[in-house]
């Protein structure tokens, strides 16, 4: 099924144990390896830093410290894990918070036991759950009601991008697609994904959710920007 590869490296962070053992065998069915569990946010920390995983799976309600809180200080500590974020509620300020704090995105604990597995392989891959015109019409919701998103993300200085890169990310904010820069730049796929690549790198960036959310953040795409 994975073609030989090893599979991720996962941390299940639950207070509910009943979700931890399930999650575990879903994933261990499938050839992901289920490095740990822990039962809050601060177990979550301490393990991550201790396991190294590629991938924790949080849950976004846990006693002692949230998922929230706890994503945000496994990204610090461990840059190059990816977080999805767990939740019951389907509520757009949940998803907001989890892109914000770090997360690649997030599901709901109803989700299949194809589509966990699918989700964990898709964001160890630095891809993103939420695709970029779903996560832009999200942060506009955010941004349309006040001064801007409450998340307290780091101020990001965006010198070290060059003027074209600069112009993807703009792009990559409003939603659009590799394809789609293309297009709209008259370039290959090809250097616009070295375009990309470079903007993650030069910005510390996992994915494109969290590219779109810079790029409101620092006011690069403001509300409305590209919106269809």
């Known amino acids: 099924m994975t073609g030989g590869e090893p599979g991720p490296r996962v941390l299940i962070a639950d207070d509910q144990a009943l979700i931890r053992t399930g999650f575990n065998m879903i994933l261990t069915a499938r050839g992901i390896d289920v490095v740990g569990e822990a039962a809050d946010g601060g177990e979550a ?3 991550a830093n201790a396991l190294r995983p590629d991938v924790v799976l949080m849950d976004i309600r846990m006693p002692t410290m949230d998922g929230l809180e706890a994503a945000r200080r496994v990204l610090a ?3 190059d894990c990816r977080v999805i974020m767990l939740t019951t509620f389907d ?3 949940y998803v907001y918070a989890a892109l914000s704090s770090g997360a690649s995105g997030f599901l709901l604990k109803d989700v299949t036991p194809d589509h966990l597995a699918a989700a964990v392989r898709l964001v160890n891959t630095g891809s993103a759950l939420l695709a970029p015109s779903v996560t ?3 942060v506009e919701r955010f941004t349309t009601g006040g001064p801007g998103p409450r998340s307290g993300a780091v101020h990001r200085d965006l010198t070290p991008l060059t003027p074209r890169e600069t112009e993807v990310l703009t792009l990559m904010g409003r939603g659009l697609s590799n ?3 293309a297009q709209e730049l ?3 796929e090809a250097t616009v994904k070295t375009h990309v690549a470079r903007i993650f790198a030069k910005l510390a960036l996992r994915d494109r959710a969290q590219a779109v959310v810079l790029a409101y953040e620092t006011g690069l795409v403001l509300p409305g920007d590209g919106a269809e």
């Open 186 to 188: 008259v370039l290959s």
């Open 77 to 79: 500590q461990v840059p």
């Open 45 to 47: 920390v301490a393990a």
């Open 91 to 93: 509520l757009d300020r």
């Open 179 to 181: 394809t789609e820069l």
């Open 136 to 138: 832009r019409r999200l």
